[in-house]
């Protein structure tokens, strides 16, 4: 029995987000591959584009970008520069098509807080307002219904599934300091000092502290969980290519014993597919979800301190992008959540 | 419907090659994992042992090797020390399981050229006549029926993908010349100060330059191509986990244009699922089969010099060992040779 | 005109930390290699264990350790084992020498917080006292004059060069954070699945939260400088063979603006030789101070979250451990303080 | 007593190659560096542009490149793109200034080469007839007196003291087979693709095979040797930043026995300070000349096969461009030709 498949379409396809999307969607048993736009790849291969594909993406890029896009497919992704799916999604909705948008434009749903962090006022506040934020863990059953789902920053995914047990909790009140190491991937494809292999190798530095754009959706999302508690956060680049390691700290405002965050954070997964709590010693390292939607968490406490100290790890370019838009899409097409995308990660 | 599923289990499975068979087969749609076991992990869950495989792989290692097995599994990887499969797959053989050895026991079909490289005489050498070289680009046919299969070296696979049609051509006499470059995880999981961080990292270096044991491999797979000649193998240690490049020099002994060579390529691997030749200017990098089984090859002609160069790339623990495996047991068990391994490489 | 030259000594040579004293010692213009010793390389030649070595120090190892050493050096280099320097360092000050110990037997002064951490009582409780902590930024008067110098770990150089002048400020009481991220060189030259090139690369881990012995360390550099605070010390590897980056979280109790703070750290180290405080958006990155002496240190304040943030980056084996115990060799027999350590880093 | 100094200029200091030069230089106790220049970074503090060298270059950038050195300098270093030396080297010479050319303008000596690789005509043919190729184990006397050096490229700097003693015996014909493995640093500091750290990392791949211009660079080499023969050069890129390592192969057409190959080499290398002939069997590693000006070198011999294997090791950065560059300078002006490079390679 064949099972039918819903149509599909990027936008993007030639950065490694849309890139990713394609290689988990091409082997997707629900999903037909349409279109793949790439702006200033016109009429290249994908195979050229990305040498892993030969052979699985028959299809040339098409130029044009999303404007054609809409009309033949069920669900649209966009992998687009910033501001670039404000102007897209109307459209795209509008023809029918629902959209995955893996970009920033629609995560901050205060239209002050977005103004305030992308130095512009949004232009479509009335879908900010009705664009789901992404993140199955803790917005599952809007997902299933959302034409607009803005799927959410890697820092945002590790350091939430690290801290949104704790914070949900009560027995913090900020504020939590989210130390967070990515590979470099998370930087995107274009050439840049800042990612000159030779520069970058042998080489951790820290960049933007405390003002980076990931900030705010961190507090948005605690407060979304009822917790308003502010953020501090420390992006620092590793040299490897994929991986994000959140280290996060919480100062403690009641008691809470270690034996009582692991209970947190085991209840608070338990049913969580993607979403593996280490026990005992075992600490969460990239590799270990490295090429996987995979989030691994785990609590310590020092009760001398005051301090809990949460830790997450996932693939910045899975759970923190095109892994978390496909479980975004299965929720909402109905799909079993893990269709696609349930394969152990890549070790060593 | 639920297809049937062969029974399958793996001595040593507590190294490389054998976690990674456990990982493509973890979602085999035609096999059920029955034992895992490694002499020294006895009782330890595998998730321990590779991390990656937490919520995989439920078994618990079993430490009594191999000695458990064949008689409820149809069939049994080997991924062991040098000499152990020697004593083992009689064994497993008489108990009706079919066998695919991962190491080099059965790999080298004379027993005198065993016994030069190996030091010691060849125990069972009726079983080495038996055995077949599991290349399924060569010996497809004899792989269906096999008891017991002997699956090439990581860069003997290299080396023969990239020069086979070159050397069947009968236009080079050699001595071939096979450049390989591979990554640190073919040297196996056991610290050395070979394979210590530090000593690795940032680092290229030749070793057993003309003496490694893989050369004879390569020379014996030339000969039964009907076409013996010489080959020089100088393996290199490149400062990566995974991928081998082979860049194999082949002096012409007859007309032989570019156009010619690639021609005789293609031709060659029209119909090969997991060898895919480029085109253009395009040549083989490691990063573009990472984590997948294919084969990328690529022949350029020199005619001045009078050689001809052909590249090849390969993920030297699928195509180079655990991919290859499941390709050869698909072989055997009537399954699409590509069942559970037609995935895109990652990337980047 | 020849300078005279003090006689120097290595126990431990064969160790990154020892090799890197040879290293840098090989051409100090006021130094004499006299032994090198390592209790397992008995009568091989240096560039044997280290090949860049080749050339630069004919002497053969001596596998007698620290037993022969003393009577004719002015001062020994001790980079052993944990416990060992105990039992040596007695003898060698008796035989005249004076001793630069680079491991940790020496460096926590209180004999309760040294049992507590190492498990054992500490055998020599006097010399405990009478030792030096060796970081000149603090106690370069002491050193001077000290014949035991404790050279203190990678980390707490580190975190103390980011930390002190906040700390002294009296405007933190903690608890401090210290994220520290250290390249694969710091676990030292011993192979073991730790450092094991294919589970190290590519992969970023948190390990011993909140346990490892450096930490109380670091509470004893802020005790010392007058200002006890609590410290929570969180190591990370990261996949690099050199640097330690270790970001620093401080509550504030008290007002402090930024520049308040950038002036702290401009006062207190404008006559330091090696720390070099960036200016404007610059922060630290390890690779600008690869296989050099320097620290390079930054701070930033949150005013509306109530921390400071301190950064800093050393080459672990440079400034954080071979080239600070250099530094303190000058300044112990009254070189120049800089001498045979005034060198550009590498880059890139 | 102060040594005198020379006065140094270099322009295109920005970039990789003119950056290593800065940071030699910067120590040399007979230079003294005068002008930096850099075109696109007009009035930078050199710190900016290198943060490694903060501290020991107060200069700023000068933007107007080569034209205003000369009259003010004893040698100029060009470390310029393609065809901008070929410009600036007739004025720079009649200012006065000798001029060491760390790019490929006055390489290949023959116009008809030159033109054929380079695709237009050389406009300064009489420079190219005085210029020396700057190899000091090839060329040392002609150095000392030369007002136009030619630094040689990095690559060929590593095939010719690779092959130069097996050449000059006359004893093979070639064609000789060059398999180079590069780090990224040698690509420039440019960004590209190309050098994009996400696709660089984990990855090997050869380029240009066969039509690298650095191949009729080495063939030059040879045939000033005496011995004209014709070279296959296939370099590579590989994961690490730093290092060129040259696998050299060798048809033999006369009786060489691995013994009397060793020892050509010996007896041609025993009085070059900066060729390491590696004996027993060590093997050459670019880690072991990290950040140095050595060249490590050793050699095969396989009887069956009739080839001669020949291994190189250098820092691509140092005897493949700056340090090399330095020591042509000592020779120019009558320094110790190790003065300012004598130092031991960083390890690990």
């Known amino acids: 029995m064949q099972m039918e498949r819903i149509r599909a379409s990027i936008a993007g396809a030639s950065g490694y987000a849309g890139g990713e999307v394609v290689r988990w969607l091409a082997r997707h048993p629900r999903v037909e591959l349409v279109h793949l736009t790439a ?29 054609d896009l809409g009309a033949d497919s069920d669900v649209v992704f966009l992998a687009l520069p910033h501001g670039a799916a404000i102007e897209a999604v109307p459209q795209l909705l509008d023809r029918g098509a629902r959209v995955i948008d893996l970009g920033a434009d629609f995560r901050l749903k205060d239209p002050e807080i977005y103004a305030r962090w992308y130095g512009a006022e ?46 949900k909790s009560g027995l913090t009140g900020g504020p939590l300091i989210v130390d967070a190491k990515s590979g470099v991937s998370g930087a995107g494809r274009n050439p840049s000092a800042g990612t000159h292999f030779s520069e970058v190798n042998e080489n951790l530095k820290p960049y933007k502290l405390g003002s980076h754009r990931h900030g705010p959706e961190m507090e948005q999302t605690f407060a979304a969980a009822g917790a308003p508690v502010p953020v501090y956060f420390a992006p620092h680049l590793a040299p490897m290519t994929r991986g994000i390691l959140a280290t996060c700290y919480a100062p403690l405002t009641g008691d ?3 034996e009582g965050a692991r209970a947190l954070y085991r209840d608070a997964y338990r049913d969580e597919p993607f979403v593996r709590v280490l026990e005992g010693d075992e600490l969460p390292q990239t590799k270990a979800t490295l090429s996987s939607n995979f989030c691994d968490v785990a609590v310590r406490v020092d009760p001398e301190r005051g301090l809990a100290v949460a830790v997450s790890a996932i693939d910045n370019l899975v759970k923190g992008a095109a892994g978390q838009a496909i479980q975004n899409m299965n929720l909402m097409f109905g799909f079993p959540e893990t269709e696609g995308l349930w394969a152990p990660p890549m070790f060593p």
Request: hydrophobic share 45%.
């Open 122 to 167: 949004h232009t479509a506040p009335d879908l900010l307002a009705a664009a789901v934020y992404g993140l199955p863990e803790q917005t599952r059953e809007c997902i299933r219904t959302a034409a607009l789902v803005a799927n959410p920053g890697c820092y945002p995914t590790a350091a939430a599934l690290a801290l949104l047990p704790l914070v």
């Open 256 to 258: 809470l014993s270690e």
């Open 39 to 67: 702006f200033r790849e016109q009429g290249r291969p994908v195979a050229d584009v990305f040498p892993n594909l030969r052979g699985f993406a028959p299809q040339t890029l098409n130029g044009t970008g999303w404007r």
